[in-house]
């Protein structure tokens, strides 16, 4: 027995150290492409080498390096064959021996060089192209036809285009039946025939909900929104997906079509979803070294009455230790429920409590409002609602201070175009939201309007695009009521993080027969340049200016502000630190710090 498990210890060792790799740093790749395309081959070729990504790595074994080469030929072949080359060759040495040859249970102990040899051949042209049948008249693509490089990608881009063509005439189960791909090498002609069966034209039927959610099914088939009985789009199917993610209640979204279609040309579909928590708190902190600290926080709720129902309470202190100024506290409670008057209309309900605490007014206001929220496309969306808010407000810009109470009526809407790649930290797109909200203050008998424009728009400079030129344009107007009489937040002030870094909050005002207050007017631009330093660390370059005007847009006075700042990715959003001061403008004087979570826009 004992003679037993000492012969079985000892071919367990021999297998063990037979297949224990040796650990080194492969020293050269050599990759060599012939033929007068090859310094563009062979930038292709490199980028898809994972034999050349294991250059110089501590921790590649041997057999990760024959692996490495052994897939590298089908992998080499793919690239050569997407760039209209298939009379290829490939060679791969592993010092000097073939990749392939070499027995992967008797891997070399050192591996040093690796040379790889292409020789692509001749570039391949289309010779007899066909797809049929098409649905509609929209013909194949030029790229696609006799003559033209013989480009794997070309080819089967135009066949499943073709196919998504019988799809979005309502033909779901459309497939290519049969598929013949000739590479006449002697005349470097590639062929390809293709046949597609459309099959039945289908409509939308049943749809089933599934998964592990505590949203009701009729909730969620309503916010997918998907057309029962219409005939079938499988954009149609892509936008539904789309609003149940949106919606932010499920983790997990996916919409999925039945195998077969009924006898009476129905598709059924089957709606997967997997609910997030539903609850979730959170907070922000931001700093200035003028305004002071802003402490924010809120908790939501994603589903409160079992249909997806989103209600957040929000809250926040600012200003606190700000110079020139008192604290100010808000809470507010939103409500809303999606899919109300169609799968795109959103129903809201908002209210808050308001305490302004500012060097020319102290306002206590409660408001609320209710109204709609509307998804035109996939960019464009806009808001509608009825307002009503309550306000007593105290007035300290005259020699002795006055109090005043208003009650305003409103009808607030907006419009927003947004197509940025990322928005909380953007490199391309633009945004846009323009918002007018026509009121009448009843104490008084006093209509009016109140009007603004902020557009912002973002782009990436150079080869990587990594480095970002950004820029914002605010506009704002007020009609109706004299700068005393308006409501304190209808105002509008310039300087601080939102408007002019580098001027102190809110020092620009304008000028009424000596008495200083906020614009009916105003218009702010900034300009940022955003640069990587590193993988998560970047710095920053703005300037940003600012008028403010008694009147529409004549007779104001202006400032600017420029400075420098560092960011840092997270998760979360890039933590950012500004430093700026103020270059025109007599507003103030002085270096102000900003720090926050986000870009500044």
Known sequence: MTSYFIRTWLVCCALTLGAAPGVQALENVDLRVSGPQSEALGDALRANSVLRSLLGNPEATTSDILAAARGDYARLVEVLYSEGYYSVEVSILIDGREAALIDPFRAPERIDNAEITVDPGRLFRFGAVRVEPLAGARPLPDRFRPDAPALASVAREATRAAVNDWRKAGHAKARITDQRVLARHDSARLDVDATIAPGPRVRFGDVTVTGQSAVR???????????????????????????????????????????????????????????????????????????????????????????????????????IGGTGQGTDYSLSFRFERPAV????????????????????????????????????????????????????????????????????????????????????????????????????????????????????????????????????????????????????????????????????????????????????????????????????????????????????????????????????KTPVGPIRVDLAGPVAGNTGGGVQLYIGIGQAF
Do not use: C
Not at 362 to 389: A, C, M, N
Not at 424 to 439: H, I, K, N, Y
């Open 341 to 568: 008057y169609g799968p795109d209309t959103l129903f809201f309900v908002e209210s808050g409590l308001i305490y302004s605490d500012e060097p020319r007014f102290l306002e206590e206001k409660f408001r609320f409002t209710t109204g709609v929220s509307r998804e035109f496309s996939d960019t464009l969306s806009g808001d509608l609602g009825i307002g009503y808010e309550y306000a007593r407000i105290t007035d300290r810009y005259a020699p002795t201070i006055t109090r005043r109470e208003m009650q305003l009526l409103s009808l607030p809407l907006s419009l927003t175009f947004d197509n940025r790649d990322d928005p909380l930290d953007a490199s391309r797109g633009v945004f846009a939201r323009a918002g007018l909200t026509p009121f009448y203050e009843t104490f008084d008998a006093q209509p009016g309007a109140h009007a603004t424009l902020d557009l912002r728009s973002y782009r990436a400079l150079g080869e990587s695009g990594s480095t970002v030129l950004a820029g914002r344009l605010q506009l704002g107007a007020l009609v109706g009521p004299n700068a005393q009489a308006a409501p304190p937040d209808m105002l509008f002030y310039s300087g601080g993080a939102g408007t002019v870094r580098g001027q102190p909050y809110k020092s620009l005002t304008a000028d009424y027969g000596g008495v200083k207050l906020g614009g009916r007017s105003l218009a702010t631009l900034s300009g940022e340049l955003r640069f990587p330093v590193g993988d998560r660390l970047g710095l920053a370059a703005f300037a940003d200016a600012g008028f403010v005007s008694g009147g529409f847009f004549e007779d104001g006075d202006w400032h600017a502000g420029a400075g420098l700042g560092v960011r840092y």
């Open 217 to 319: 099914a009729s909730r969620v088939r309503r916010i997918a929104g998907l057309p029962r009985g219409e005939t079938y789009d499988p954009d149609a199917v892509d936008k539904a997906a789309a609003r149940l993610r949106k919606v932010g209640t499920f983790s997990s979204v996916q919409v999925n079509e039945a195998e077969t279609v009924t006898p009476d040309g129905a598709l059924d579909m089957e709606i997967a979803v997997v609910d997030r928590r539903p609850r979730r708190i959170g907070g922000g902190l931001e700093y200035s070294s003028f305004d002071g600290l802003t402490l924010s926080g809120y908790w939501l709720h994603r589903n409160l009455l079992g249909g997806a129902e989103h209600f957040r309470v929000d809250g926040e202190i600012a200003q």
